[in-house]
């Protein structure tokens, strides 16, 4: 193997670990992610650092916490003043890559759900000293994935982009995908841009089930083919360049993120009727949950949105999981050309393939959809699996706590590159290091939901056997044994015999989010 390894890294969105065959699912089809787990390592208990795209992909890129790099929730951008561990892949000479979906910065073009208030009978500061730095997120530099700025045939991403010398980027999810994609598509079949969304689309009684509907847009034309063609397209380019220069590629699919779209065949590859509902589907007995059941019976819900989770009726459960498996076979199937076009191009032996995923789904756990504020395992444990021809543990799985801050330094440990100061996760492939006892989960919101009247800000502490959580709304904890209660449907935080573990946990809690601040930057002379 070459000293200086080639990095394909496949990133899903939106995809729970347990929506594989590799971590026990008999159902789904992955057999191309499967075969990277027989040839590597899989990390079975690996968690987000937030559970929402534009944070958690802030902290894959960075390292770090939301609550260090200011992408607390979506609506925020990367701030370009960050340092990347793709910037320090380029600056070592790596020709890097991003294919598909960054959101690193905003994609909508749409006002925030909070502005700046100003106080009655007070004088608001000047508009460039309302936050507390003054370098504003706003501008050309933070513009590159506004969907409203693509109908400019002028518009393309700046580059280098967050370390990417390469940027063909997909904005938006299922069939509604803008950015680069969006003009390739018209490229590829003039006009077919009137295939895409729900207004278009063909007609079928799935299309019952909330954000699912069966698309015009054809397998060949939707964005998981676009993905792979130039995926495919980046190695082949670097496999006949004459240079010996390593590359970074990051492979990043949209689906399976609702809307529901899964085009062509892979609409009904899996009958609803087929379809296991999860054990905790009718289970949990929490404030949210009963909000969001008795929005459903009273047929108040809001579940047309790309925010808020929702209830569901079994039959609407049952049709959006055989939908959702059917984008993770198509999703499969393109890993499974990337890989090929990586063995034909000679690669195989100079090439680490990841795989991960930015979160998870609730995807029917105690009846509800999509994501936000409730940090159950199907939402915040993601799949990690790292295939690395050097290894010698073909087929392994590690249970120790890892997450998504430990991909960037297990990059840099492989490259053997040094990771700057303030990188807070740590290189997987370092077998001197001491396993994590627990690994911190933090999530704030921009919205309200459930019914408050205010925003919540959520910290989860995970350890082998436990779930600690506090809502910072209404002062209130969640305290799961993982081991008695996989499903975690028993909130033991109140119960008349609430585990003695409970104090030493949240201690731990404490002094998880006291190690969690900031090292950077060094002082930088003796005052």
Not at 10 to 23: E, F, K, N, P, V
Not at 424 to 440: A, H, M
Request: glycine share 8%.
């Amino acid at each position: 193997m070459a000293e200086r390894p080639n990095f394909v890294f496949i990133i899903t969105d939106q995809h729970r670990a347990d929506h594989l065959g590799c971590y026990g699912n008999s159902t789904v089809r992955t057999p191309h992610i499967d075969s990277l787990a027989k040839r590597g390592t899989m990390f079975d208990r690996f968690y987000v650092a937030n559970p929402v795209c534009q944070p958690n992909r802030a902290s894959l890129m960075t390292g770090r916490m939301p609550s260090l790099h200011g992408v607390r929730n979506n609506g925020i951008p990367l701030s370009r003043d960050h340092v990347t561990f793709v910037e320090l892949l380029a600056a070592a000479g790596y020709h890097t890559g991003l294919v598909g979906k960054s959101h690193l910065q905003n994609m909508t073009g749409r006002p925030p759900p909070v502005e700046y208030e100003i106080d009655e009978g007070k004088i608001p500061p000047p508009e460039g000293l309302r936050e507390a730095s003054r370098r504003p997120l706003a501008g050309p530099d933070y513009d590159n994935e506004n969907a409203r700025l693509w109908s400019d045939p002028a518009h393309q991403v700046q580059l280098p982009f967050y370390g990417f010398r390469e940027a063909r980027i997909c904005t938006g999810h299922g069939d509604i995908v803008g950015g680069d994609y969006r003009r390739w598509l018209e490229e590829k079949q003039p006009g077919a841009s009137a295939l895409i969304g729900e207004d278009n689309a063909i007609p079928d009684q799935r299309s019952v089930a909330p954000q699912a509907w069966r698309t015009a847009v054809p397998e060949e034309l939707y964005p998981t083919n676009y993905v792979k063609e130039l995926s495919c397209d980046f190695i082949e380019r670097q496999a006949e360049s004459e240079n010996d220069t390593p590359f970074f590629l990051q492979v990043s699919f949209p689906d399976p993120h609702h809307p529901f779209t899964p085009p062509g065949k892979y609409w009904d590859m899996f009958d609803p009727d087929q379809m296991t509902l999860p054990s905790s589907f009718d289970a949990g007995d929490l404030a949210p949950l009963r909000w969001m059941r008795e929005e459903l019976a009273a047929g108040t819900a809001d579940r047309g949105g790309p925010l808020k989770p929702f209830a569901v009726t079994a039959a609407e459960a049952k049709t959006i999981i055989a939908l959702t498996y059917g984008m993770i076979a198509m999703v499969d199937d393109a890993i499974g050309e990337i890989l090929a076009t990586i063995d034909r191009a000679g690669l195989t032996d100079d090439t680490i393939v990841i795989f991960t995923a930015d979160h998870g789904d609730f995807m029917a756990d105690h009846g509800i959809m999509l994501k936000y504020m409730l940090h159950y395992q199907g939402l915040i444990r993601v799949p990690c699996i790292v295939a690395d021809p050097r290894s010698d543990k073909s087929g392994a799985v590690r249970s120790d706590l890892a997450g998504t801050i430990d991909i960037g330094p297990t990059v840099l440990g492989r490259a053997g590159l040094q990771s700057f100061n303030g990188m807070q996760g740590r290189d997987l492939s370092d077998t001197s290091l001491t396993p994590r006892d627990s690994i911190v989960i933090e999530e704030d919101t921009a919205t309200v939901h459930f019914g408050n009247d205010t925003v919540d800000r959520v910290r989860t502490l995970v350890t082998d056997r436990w779930r600690l959580t506090y809502h910072h709304f209404d002062s209130w904890w969640e305290l799961y044994d993982l081991q008695e209660d996989p499903d975690e449907n028993k909130n033991l935080w109140d119960a008349p015999n609430r585990p003695a573990e409970a104090d030493a946990l949240v201690r731990k809690m404490i002094s998880q989010l006291v190690e969690l601040n900031d090292t950077s930057p060094l002082p930088t002379a003796r005052a």
